[in-house]
Every structure is written in C-alpha cells, then in structure tokens.
C-alpha cells in the first residue's frame, strides 16, 4: 500500500527566511501526491499537487514544491515564510486503489 | 462556491449512544472519503466511496462503525454504540475521478463522548 512520511513533527522559522516541510513517499507505480494546509478548527485546504511533468510544482500563496523520483520526496517549499504561514501541514498520496492517505502532519510555526 | 457540507459541527453524546454524522459532498464528485483526527493517531482513513460504491473500510471499527451512501448527494457515518475513544473530529471530503483529482474537504465534526 502506498504511504508517505513526514519526518519533523514540527518546523520552526523567522519570518522573511525560506521554507521546507518535508515528505517522502512509497506507491506502486506513478505517484499521485498532495500538500494540504490546516489551520485550528478547519478541514484541510488544498495547496498544490503533482501528477506528472515539471519537477517543480506552484501552488496557493506562494508555495511550491520539488518533486524528486531518485530520493522518492515531495518537499513543501516557500522562498520567503509568513506569520500567517504558521498551520499544520499535511503530505497525501493516492495510488491505483484510489483511496488518499496522509501523513502524520508537520506543525509551521512561523516568528516575527 | 461548491463546498463539501458536513453537520453537526459538534456533537457530545454519551457513551453508548448512537451518533451519526452526515456529509453532502460537491455535486458531480463521485468519491467520497471519512477520516479521523485525533493527537496521537493524526489522520486516518475510515472509508472511502467511488459513484456510491464502498471500495474500502478496512479503516474502521467494523462491530460499531459503519458508512452509507444513501444518494450521490449523501455520506453518512454511523457509530453504535458510541465510545470515548471515538471522540476526535472526522472529515469527510470528495473528488472527482481520478488519480490526479485533489480531495476537498468539509469542516468536520467535532465528536465527543463523555
């Protein structure tokens, strides 16, 4: 079954420095993978997603992310972090099963 | 703008208890997902639909969960008899088909039982 990993529980940042938030992944197949945000008492947003084509995927509010098919990842990434940035950020995965599955979630927390 | 609808929000019930939690996903999205959130577990996947049709509930407790589609306009999950350990916030989101379709998710329902 296809699974993804986010190593850090939680990132801590300065506003104005870059960002990372790291995934890594295990499917069969062509991986399908996914960034979500959440912010306290929401349901998970939608970010970005890689399907095929460019390594480097944009998304919603500046961030981005590297799809790498030799290290098996798919980090989150902003070149310039925000207070407002600071949520818990999900990495998700569908395969042929067609069901999505989640990581454990890294908390952002973003300082002035 | 379409949104996936989930109700009650909050629900507080006593152990034993039924509770049901219901779930109108975007219309002409025809895969549906439950999940759970809780602290230690993060978020798992319960069930999941495809044009109204289970495809998997491995996830969850089968003696006391189980997850309907009544209609393409409907989710339901249904939880007897209500334990507190069940108490966490489940989400239910949907898609269109297809692998590369992103899942939108409701506001959940926030379950505590006491």
């Known amino acids: 079954a296809q699974s993804v990993a986010q190593p850090e529980d939680q990132v801590n940042v300065a506003e104005g420095n870059p960002l990372t938030v790291k995934c890594t992944y295990s499917?069969?197949?062509?991986?399908?993978l996914f960034w979500y945000v959440q912010y306290p008492n929401r349901g998970l947003q939608f970010l970005l997603k890689y399907i095929t084509g460019d390594n480097l995927v944009k998304g919603s509010y500046g961030f981005e992310a590297e799809f790498n098919k030799s290290q098996t990842s798919f980090h989150l990434k902003k070149p310039s972090a925000l207070v407002s940035d600071s949520a818990l950020y999900f990495c998700?995965?569908?395969?042929?099963?067609?069901?999505?599955?989640f990581g454990a979630g890294t908390r952002l927390t973003v300082k002035p | 703008d379409a949104r996936v609808t989930q109700t009650p929000r909050h629900k507080v019930t006593e152990m034993g208890q039924e509770v049901t939690m219901r779930c109108q996903p975007i219309l002409g999205h025809n895969t549906v997902f439950w999940y759970r959130q809780t602290m230690m577990q993060g978020l798992e996947l319960l069930a999941y639909?495809?044009?109204?049709?289970?495809?998997?509930d491995s996830g969850m407790p089968k003696d006391r969960f189980s997850a309907e589609m009544p209609d393409a306009t409907l989710a339901t999950l249904k939880i007897q008899p209500s334990e507190p350990r069940d108490s966490a916030v489940y989400f239910c989101?949907?898609?269109?088909?297809?692998?590369?379709?992103?899942?939108?998710f409701g506001q959940g329902t926030r379950l505590t039982v006491v």
């Open positions: 639909f495809r044009n109204r049709a289970p495809l998997d």
């Open positions: 998700a995965v569908r395969d042929f099963n067609n069901d999505m599955r």
């Open positions: 499917v069969s197949g062509n991986p399908y």
């Open positions: 989101a949907s898609a269109q088909g297809g692998l590369g379709r992103e899942a939108f």
